[in-house]
């Protein structure tokens, strides 16, 4: 009567497990290549170390510092949802290394892949396919604007964590169940804040589909409406943020990307949903196949058209669904490239970048980052870092108009367009590199009030006070730097510095601002650069920066006859010749004034003059102006002090 049913079962194990282990086999592969790409995505072209720049400049460094103490620890400890916000601002700090910043997103994402993939099978579905990596993408579309969204995503797996232990540790019995529930709830909403509330619907929605306990569900969505109640009466919690705290005022996601969180949390009760409802379906029709092939007596007689059978169905199943499933899969990652790479702010990570070399006087790479800011967008931080930057590589006089210049711009003060979370400690830099000290330290404090204490504006502090002569001072900025992870060497050498030098009489940086220190206070906001400049010159004629930042504003200005005029000013620097863009100022005063006493000192080099006349003879044969601007352009005369009058200043 055919094979004994031992053997029969061994054969059937045999013909189905080879084609399940190569499917796990070929998704892992998928998948250790897809997250293997996105690491090196958010690592070489994101790069964390910009989204942990961008805390304090686009979003409070307060909502991210962090602390090596005891009272740091417990604070958080001892309040509803510390837990989570403590690791997230741990794992922030990490981001200042670009691959361990890498690492911790793309493993964030990989758990809520794991976690996608648990949910489909829990709901009745062998796995996810790609679904899985939906929440991988929506991350890091997230991280391309620049938003440090850890803490709702530790939440997020913090929840989905909990809804794991529930399900393998849950009780049969009702009561237990219940109580069981309303512990994980409580527990949960203590460590993870209201992101854990996601815990709650995936309770009520596995025990509804999926387990058919009515009354758990009902438990659940209790637990749900009301923990957070008790928690904002307890412990003074505002009522969104007990509710929506993941959602409505969360640390690290920018106003318009609360869309991004919503959809994130979301997502998961959707995928366990989901694949129960599609598991059920399945199984009514799957009861239906069953009728026709094993009809009634009743419908026996009236079935004519033979049912495959199931060795039929696996026969034909990969010849007709593999290659749709191959090709639904690629345009599916297409998908997430094309969204990663749209959705990159490149105008943002330009700024950023040239911020984060100027912060750190690595003035060739600000320059190198500069050249990528797209055309026609002006920044007023970039464009403080790129004069900075100039001046420093000894480029200001010679190269300024290579990179976007406006007329009228006081980069001195922050107009309220242009301001954000770290403008101050920008123009404190900037300050203190010019030798405007008492300013420097003016907005240096407005800093640290506005942000919180940043390692680098607690720095700039203790620098300022030693030049004051106010070395206590510097010890309590340095003491309060080391409180911070991976500040506490460089805290460490310097206050060993003091001890030796309390001066620090024999630091170059120190001695060069020191040098340039102004005899008298400017206000920024209340003058223009010209005599926000003139003070420092007053001071000390041999400020170098101050003279070069002047002149780039007559040039800026079109105003060649002050350059003319200060070229005098020459003689107390080290010059090897007269930089180029005086020359070209100089050239330009010549031919539209009658005035030739500069001339009489200062005469323009015979290439000068050449630019001088080739620039007027293509601009005056030109039949339009779009012809003269290609024109000029092609003649390799576009970063001339000429092109930058006729095209730049005519055009404002």
């Known amino acids: 009567m055919g094979l004994p049913q031992g ?21 892992g592969t998928a998948a250790g290549l897809f997250f293997l790409l996105y690491y090196l995505y958010v690592w070489l072209v994101i790069d964390p170390r910009l989204v942990f720049h961008a805390v304090g400049i686009l979003m409070p460094y307060s909502l991210f510092a962090f602390q090596t103490t005891w009272p740091f620890f417990v604070e958080h400890l001892t309040r509803v949802g510390g837990s989570v916000e403590y690791t997230a601002r741990l794992l922030t700090q990490f981001y200042a290394c ?22 489909a099978r829990r709901g009745g579905r062998g796995s996810a396919g790609v679904l899985r990596y939906v929440p991988a993408a929506i991350l890091l579309v997230m991280f391309c604007g620049y938003n440090q969204p850890l803490r709702p995503v530790l939440s997020l797996l913090v929840a989905l964590g909990g809804f794991a232990i529930y399900v393998r540790l849950a009780p049969a019995a009702p009561t237990r169940r219940a109580a ?20 709650a619907v995936l309770v009520a929605a596995d025990e509804l589909l999926v387990g058919g306990r009515k009354a758990a569900v009902a438990a659940a969505l209790a637990c749900a409406a009301v923990i957070p109640c008790a928690a904002s009466a307890l412990f003074g919690l505002d009522f969104r943020e007990a509710f929506l705290g993941f959602f409505v005022s969360i640390a690290g996601v ?32 799957t009861t239906a196949d069953a009728k026709a092939v094993f009809p009634t007596p009743a419908t026996k007689r009236r079935s004519r058209k033979r049912a495959p059978s199931p060795s039929e169905q696996r026969r034909c199943y990969p010849i007709r669904k593999t290659p749709a499933g191959f090709l639904a899969a690629a345009v599916f990652f297409l998908v997430i490239a094309a969204a990663a790479w749209l959705s990159l702010d490149r105008r943002l990570r330009t700024v950023l970048e040239t911020d984060y070399y100027a912060e750190r006087e690595r003035w060739t790479d600000v320059l190198r980052s500069a050249q990528r800011l797209p055309e026609g967008i002006y920044n007023l931080r970039y464009h403080r870092n790129t004069m900075q930057a100039l001046y420093h590589t000894g480029r200001l006089a010679d190269e300024m108009f290579r990179y976007p210049q406006r007329r009228g711009v006081n980069m001195f003060f922050t107009p309220p367009e242009y301001r954000d979370l770290g403008s101050y400690f920008q123009e404190s830099r900037l300050f203190l590199d010019l030798g405007q000290v008492n300013l420097a330290e003016q907005c240096a404090c407005e800093a640290l009030a506005i942000s919180g204490e940043q390692p680098a504006v607690l720095k700039q502090l203790a620098m300022i006070h030693v030049l004051k002569g106010r ?103 080290s010059y090897p010749r007269v930089p180029r863009y005086y020359q070209e100022a100089l050239a330009v005063y010549a031919r539209s004034s009658r005035d030739p006493s500069p001339l009489a000192e200062w005469e ?28 000029v352009l092609e003649a390799g005369l576009g970063d001339t002090y000429f092109f930058y009058l006729a095209n730049c200043i005519s055009s404002q």
């Open 98 to 119: 670009g691959p361990a910043g890498a690492l911790i997103v793309t493993a964030a994402a990989w758990c809520m892949s794991v976690f996608t993939d648990w949910l």
């Open 180 to 199: 069981m529930l309303l512990t994980a709830c409580l527990i949960l909403y203590y460590v993870a804040g209201a992101g854990s509330l996601l815990f």
């Open 7 to 27: 053997e029969f079962r061994a054969t059937e194990v045999e013909i189905n497990q080879a084609p399940i282990t190569r499917s796990r086999l070929r998704s």
């Open 604 to 631: 323009p080099d015979p290439e000068v003059l050449q630019r001088q006349q080739d620039f007027m003879r293509i601009a005056l044969g030109a039949r339009s102006p779009q012809e003269a601007l290609r024109g």
């Open 254 to 285: 920018a106003p318009g990307s609360e869309s991004y969180t919503l959809a994130l949390y979301l997502f998961f009760p959707t995928v366990l949903a989901g694949s129960a409802l599609w598991e059920r379906e399945r199984m009514r029709e």
């Open 471 to 573: 070395s206590e001072a510097a010890e309590v900025c340095l003491k309060a730097l080391a409180k911070h992870p991976f500040h506490r060497r460089a805290a460490g050498e310097m206050l060993h510095r003091l001890k030796a030098d309390p001066a620090l009489d024999n630091d170059r940086q120190a001695s060069r601002i020191r040098a340039n220190m102004a005899s008298r206070d400017a206000i920024a906001q209340k003058m223009n650069a010209e005599d926000f400049l003139q003070i420092l010159l007053e001071s000390n004629p041999r400020n170098k920066m101050a003279f070069e930042l002047l002149m780039a504003q007559y040039l800026c200005d079109g105003r060649s006859a002050e350059v003319a005029a200060n070229l005098s000013r020459l003689k107390n620097f």
